[in-house]
C-alpha cells in the first residue's frame, strides 16, 4: 500500500497517511545515506542558478564604467553557487532555519557591497540580491533537513512530528 494505517471504525475502510509513507520511504531510501555537506552542496549548485535566469545580475551595468561586465557578474554567481557549500560545512547556528539564511547572506555580502558602489544599481541590487541569496540559504538548509532529518553536518539525524 506504500503508507501507513491511521485507523478508524472498525467497520470504515482504513485511511492511509500517504506523507507517513513518502517520508519513511525517502528516509529509508538514498537521502538518508547521501552525506549532509554533497547533499547541500548539490542543492546549492541546482538552486544558485534560479536567480541568475529571474533578473541578473546584468553586465551592461558595469560596461558602462569601463569594467569586464560579463567578467564582473561571475562574482554574483559564483557566490550563489556557494551558498549550498557554505551551509553544508558549517554547523554554528545549530538549527538549520537559522543557518541557512544566514550562510546565504554572508556569502554573497561582498557582491552586495559592491552593488552600492554601482551607482545605476545601488541599495535596491543590494537588497534583492542579500534576500535572494538569504532565502536560496533557507531553500538549501530547509531540503536538507527535510531530506536526512539533520540541522547540520555534525548533528545526528532526529525524528520529526512533522
Not at 121 to 139: D, I, R, S, Y
Amino acid at each position: 500500500m506504500g503508507g501507513a494505517l491511521v485507523g478508524g471504525a472498525p467497520d470504515a475502510a482504513p485511511t492511509i497517511s500517504v506523507a507517513a509513507g513518502f517520508r519513511s520511504g525517502l528516509h529509508a531510501g538514498r537521502m538518508r545515506r547521501l552525506s549532509y555537506p554533497l547533499l547541500c552542496a548539490l542543492c546549492g549548485f541546482v538552486l544558485g542558478w534560479i536567480p541568475m535566469f529571474l533578473h541578473g545580475p546584468i553586465p551592461e551595468k558595469f560596461d558602462l564604467f569601463y569594467l569586464r561586465g560579463a567578467v564582473a557578474v561571475w562574482s554574483w554567481y559564483a557566490a550563489r553557487l556557494l551558498v549550498g557549500v557554505m551551509v553544508g560545512i558549517t554547523w554554528w547556528p545549530p538549527r538549520w532555519y537559522l543557518r541557512g539564511p544566514l550562510c546565504g547572506f554572508l556569502m554573497i555580502l561582498p557582491c552586495g557591497i559592491m552593488s552600492l558602489a554601482v551607482p545605476t544599481c545601488g541599495a535596491a541590487c543590494m537588497f534583492w540580491n542579500e534576500g535572494t541569496a538569504a532565502a536560496l540559504g533557507f531553500l538549501v538548509a530547509g531540503i536538507a533537513y527535510w531530506s536526512t532529518g539533520k540541522h547540520h553536518a555534525l548533528a545526528r539525524g532526529e525524528r520529526r512530528l512533522v
